[in-house]
């Protein structure tokens, strides 16, 4: 439920709410690609690049397809 509720609020464009579904949503499920990759627009549309970058990497991890177009793909 919080995972989809971060999209919606991201989608809504409202980050710091978005930020905070998906942080729960991470704590109770922290295999989630989509949660972290999610949650990292949050924090690249808040100007906080190093955040961003930690969790584009997290995304990766757990489904490297998924993650693989995202500003910080290596």
Request: charged share 25%; no cysteine.
């Amino acid at each position: 439920v919080k995972g989809n509720r971060g999209l919606v609020h991201f989608n809504l464009k409202n980050y710091k709410e978005a930020i905070e579904d998906l942080n729960e949503a991470i704590a109770y499920d922290g295999t989630v690609a989509q949660y972290y990759a999610i949650r990292a627009a949050s924090f690249d549309a808040l100007g906080d690049h190093i955040s961003a970058e930690l969790d584009y990497t997290q995304a990766k991890i757990y489904e490297p397809a998924f993650a693989k177009n995202t500003p910080f793909a290596k």
